[in-house]
Nanobody
Framework: VQLVESGGDLVQAGRSVTLSCTAS????????IGWFRQAPGKEREGVSC????????YYADFIRGRSIVVRDDAKNTVNLHINNLKPEDTAVYYC?????????????????WGQGIQVTVSS
């Protein structure tokens, strides 16, 4: 089982970034895919999630309206696009897979995690 994040970078505030999560080793279509982030000195928090059942999407308040998450079950990938990046978006971003109805940002519900990828937003 493997989840691999890509697309992280050093980005100027106001610009955008697309993070990708590519999975292998499990039945991807059966799992909700969540994105989490952890900034230095802060707890990990949920960012976005896309369900397995009907592809419904969920966003944390701080990202809603400037982000979109899309899954492609044929390619076992989920992309998270964030617009209008802010310095406070600087964090390590993780994707995770969990079997659940809908989506929840409860870390313990996720079975598999990627290693994380750094996104740094400069002001």
């Amino acid at each position: 089982v493997q989840l691999v994040e890509s697309g992280g970078d050093l980005v100027q505030a106001g610009r955008s970034v697309t993070l990708s999560c590519t999975a292998s080793g499990f039945t991807f279509a059966d799992y909700a895919i969540g994105w989490f982030r952890q900034a230095p000195g802060k707890e990990r928090e949920g960012v976005s999630c896309v369900s397995s059942f009907d592809g419904s999407t969920y966003y944390a308040d701080f990202i809603r309206g400037r982000s979109i998450v899309v899954r492609d079950d044929a390619k076992n990938t989920v992309n998270l696009h964030i617009n209008n990046l802010k310095p406070e978006d600087t964090a390590v971003y993780y994707c995770a897979a969990g079997r659940m109805l809908g989506c929840l940002f409860t870390s313990s519900l996720y079975d598999y995690w990627g290693q994380g990828i750094q996104v740094t937003v400069s002001s």
